[in-house]
């Protein structure tokens, strides 16, 4: 039977305004079905997607850490694609129901352990063989970064330099919520990232930083200046392999002295740990049960004010000439929330994970394996992301 429609997993603020979106290009995608460990979650998002599109769509409960019961799922319901916005430890899981049901898979993260903060690659390209010999994709990180911002790379590979030497992704969200600390995505992968050893490449290699150690003050358009800091981020290692020439490459992201305060607080108290302790005769994680008590980002959209801005910056030579040229998108925060009833972190994600879904789905990214986001052509993702929200704009410097 001929394999129709997709199949999102997961049910958190990303998933809300993937699955929104996908209702508005309902044309492509024909049919929904919403699953994840809780089903009621699924149905407040498919009320929301009735209210607001006008779409029915189909939910379902689901453990995406168990294999069997994935493949039961996706060969019931025989979907054409499945996205995934769950969380990143269960990527590995997901893309092995797809290969044994012969469904194309999308994610928006890299595989991520539970019981180890390794943020790498390695797992999910080991599968590309598994996916080309049975002629599928499986498409690596069409989030926004990684996602857009490896796109925006291609695209100025593509029409602008005919060498990038030098790449800086700036990440800023100069969004007010309220609270004294809150985290605009899932908290435990949130803040294991930021308190992660920084790391960047250069001159083939890898540099490692302290965290949060090197900072620069970099004036975001429509934003104005902010204090950024150097991170390791997962687009770093697929884009020095598939950037040739390239030179160095780091990534940068803002952060309020009152969260870097808190981190700090709460990782010097042991609250960041990701290996369990003992409470009173009971093993708990220390940064699941923090989790537990930060608010739930999917809750911030209604309270978070102010914009979002995230771009690249790329120099290198066009005709023998150099040049520096920075392409970025802005997002308004009560914009996104108005459209969807999410901030625009969560927009700035489910969007990008709706058009790399769609281009696999039509056919018109088809490249078999597993791939990342720049080794396709930019223009059509880029044409989309002008028409499904997210505009964007290429300055010289």
């Not at 609270?179 to 605009?184: E, I, K, L, Q």
């Not at 005769?281 to 980002?297: N, R, V, Y």
Request: aromatic share 10%; with cysteine.
């Amino acid at each position: 039977m001929k394999k129709k429609g997709i199949l999102i997993i997961g049910a958190g603020g990303v998933s809300t305004v993937a699955t929104i979106k996908c209702a508005m290009n309902i044309d492509t995608f024909e049919k929904i079905t919403l699953a994840s460990r809780t089903i009621s979650k699924c149905d407040a998002i498919a009320k929301n997607v009735k209210e607001k599109v006008g779409v029915d769509i189909q939910t379902a409960s689901i453990d995406a850490d168990n294999i069997p019961d994935l493949i039961h799922l996706i060969n019931k319901l025989n979907p054409k694609v499945v996205l995934n916005v769950a969380l990143p430890y269960q990527d590995l899981t997901i893309m092995d129901a797809c290969i044994s049901t012969k469904t194309h898979y999308i994610d928006t993260a890299n595989y991520e352990h539970p019981n180890e903060a390794m943020f790498e690659y390695k797992k999910q390209w080991a599968k590309n063989d598994d996916f080309k010999t049975s002629n599928l994709t499986a498409l690596l990180g069409s989030g926004f970064d990684p996602g857009v911002t490896g796109v925006f790379v291609k695209y100025i590979e593509e029409t602008y330099l005919d060498t990038i030497e030098y790449i800086d992704i700036m990440d800023c969200n100069a969004g007010d919520h309220g609270y004294p600390f809150a985290t605009n995505f899932n908290p435990e992968i949130n803040l294991r990232e930021v308190s992660a050893n920084g790391k960047y490449w250069e001159e083939g290699k890898w540099i490692e930083t302290k965290p949060l150690e090197i900072k620069v003050n970099h004036n975001y358009p429509e934003i104005g200046f902010k204090t950024s800091y150097l991170l390791y981020h997962e687009e770093l290692e697929s884009l020095t392999k598939n950037i040739k020439g390239l030179k160095r490459i780091r990534f940068f992201m803002t952060f309020g002295d009152s969260y870097i305060a808190h981190m700090n607080c709460l990782q010097n108290v042991g609250m960041l740990g990701i290996k369990p302790v003992i409470h009173k005769g009971i093993e708990i994680i220390p940064i699941e049960f923090l989790s537990t008590l930060l608010p739930d980002p999917s809750s911030l959209g209604v309270r978070t004010h102010g914009k979002t801005n995230i771009g690249c910056i790329c120099e290198g030579l066009q005709n023998g000439v150099r040049k520096k040229f920075y392409i970025y998108n802005v997002c308004d925060h009560q914009e996104c929330y108005k459209e969807t009833g999410a901030q625009a972190v969560s927009y700035t994600t489910g969007v990008p994970a709706m058009i790399g879904t769609k281009l696999i789905y039509n056919g018109t990214w088809d490249l078999k394996g597993t791939r990342n986001v720049e080794e396709f052509n930019a223009t059509p993702y880029m044409e989309e992301l002008m028409t499904q929200g997210l505009p964007w704009k290429v300055i010289e410097l």
